[in-house]
């Protein structure tokens, strides 16, 4: 088919199904227009088949012949855009071979880095001085070009008249993990130019977002150091068409079957009924999975008048021994979790996490590259083996899981990325096993500011107890000869869309009595940490609990369909709540709830009086002898007569002398500074 037929063939195409919608789009001064590659096909199947193989030169013709029509006003430039290209045409970023240069193709993917816009020249017009004759060069390489003669003869430098610039920007498409089995998923550059950059486009092209892109590949030629050209060339596609695929939560449909059986099981006892189908192929853990389920319903996000924004999604912690059946879980949550990402431990670090700045080799300069958290903004992190990370990549971490934002500056970027979303981490005890003789929060290898921002903390504890391993014994026999016993009741695909549902589109109201509910039980615990000794309180609870309650009774609600939060929904929150305090903040001595036990480092409630009680033994002895040097001895004795053993005595003493209090001028002896 020559170019006059397909100019013919386009023109009459055009003019039977696209006109109005031509003559609209250059009324309102666009200069792009879209044709379904379907339509096409069934007017004229040659043409369709002369696009795939020869974009480039069908896309002029298909320009030709729109600006034959007789439209309102006069167009320089126009480009056609094909959507809905054949399935045939799909390739897979790792397949993308040379027999696919020049050819029309089509491939889903992740941004995973994008530059900035810059303007690129298309064409440049040159006159000679001596005849002053005209000189149009194209510029189609990355090299500048300018005319090396004229017609006339003449050689050397020419004046430059004007130039056509294009509005250009680059990006780093990577495979969907979801299309990959395991290996490592492939990336290639990608050049936008004139409307596939207009601002409405850059907002669906931001790093994390998942697009269709359809163009054709073209190689770009290396220029090695010394100046000459490589024999290796780089690919980098040409886009024609972008669409944003439905991967956001917002952009989910649930069909009118689905939202009925939605409707039916949040009327009966939704959390027990979810819970029991979360994970059905681990045995126990009840109180885990229906944490997990609360978390993945999540609380409701509050923006107040002055700015400060609460967070709504809840961040969980399961800290277990080895073969507890952590990793299953958490396996399981990212199969069911909207937009989930996994990441492990060791494999993992702070540019990974949050993001990291890298040299641009596409357009020059600096761009920002989105790491796991940003990617799985309004969805779930997945983090195993929490405590394999190093401790200046874990500090990564404080930022995004309170403020849900990461701020980044580096090479002159300053730039803050939104991260709503929910972590659920898991991590193995300091030494890899539970010591059942020493306190939880002692084994626990985390720093205090990091576990403060998790909402529930689970100790996975694996002790023999006759009774219970044989129960699990004769479960995890049980499905290895029938692998059907731990098949869900419920569909994944279908918990996702009821965990989708529920966050999107319930936000329930809190009621004065599952306020006065949490405010009650605040109050008790607050007031229930009173030593006796020197009158120093245990801190059980702190603020963050109480957002923390506020967020699981919400979650509650949601996951009831309900409008409102009810004294119940306040009630299981607590009960959850007062599992995890009890699990790992009981201070041994005293029965009492001791948040400061979760710092580890930090002192509780009861080294802090017997610390007090030891500095007024100080002072009243110093007062009595008249001495400053005060014998170790008779601190001892004089603690030993309120109650308090020569070990609580000699800790108190070392923690006094390392925080600068007291030292000691000659052995045996102490002095207060």
Known sequence: MDVDEQIKVFREFIEQNYYPQLLETVRKGHQHIVLDFGELIKFNTDIGDEIL????????AGEIAIKEFDLPHKIKKFTVRFKNLPSSQKVLISEIRSKHLQKLVWMEGIVRQKSSVRPHVTAAKFECPSCGN??????????YKEPTRCGCGRKGK????????????????????????GSQPKRINVFLKDDLVSPITERRTSPGSRVRLGGWLTEIPITL????QSTKYDLIIEANHLDPLQDEITDMKVSDKELEQIQEIAKHDPLQKIATNLVPSIYGHEKIKEALVLQLAGGCKKERPDGVVTRGD???????????????????????APKARFVSGKGASA???TASVVKDEFLGGWSLEAGTLVLANKGFAIIDEMDKMTKEDRSALHEALEQQQVSIAKANIQATLRCETTVLAAANPKFGRFD????????????PALINRFDLIFPVKDMPNRENDEKLASFILGLHKNPEKGKSELESEFMKKYFMYVRQRITPQMTDEAIEEIKQYYITMRNSGISEEAGVKSIPITARQLEGLVRLSEASAKLRLAKEVKKEDAQKAIELVEFCLNQIAKDSETGQIDIDRLGGSRMTATQRSSISVVKEILAALEEQSGEKMIPA????????EKKITKDKVEEALEKLRRSGDIFEPKRGFVQRL
């Open 225 to 228: 150091r010394s100046g000459g």
């Open 53 to 60: 193989e020869e974009p480039e030169e069908l896309l002029k």
């Open 158 to 181: 020419f004046r430059e008249l004007s130039k056509e610039l294009v509005d250009g920007q680059g990006l780093v498409l990577e495979e969907s993990p979801d299309d990959l089995d």
């Open 436 to 447: 059942p003789y020493d306190l939880i929060a002692n084994q626990i290898n985390l720093p």
């Open 134 to 143: 005209i000189l149009n060069v194209l510029q189609l390489d990355q090299k």
């Open 314 to 336: 809840m961040h969980m912690l399961l800290i277990g021994d080895p073969g507890s059946g952590k990793s299953q879980l958490l396996k399981r949550v990212s199969k069911i």
């Open 351 to 353: 540019a990974g996490l």
């Open 633 to 640: 001895e008779d601190v001892v004795q004089a603690a030993q």
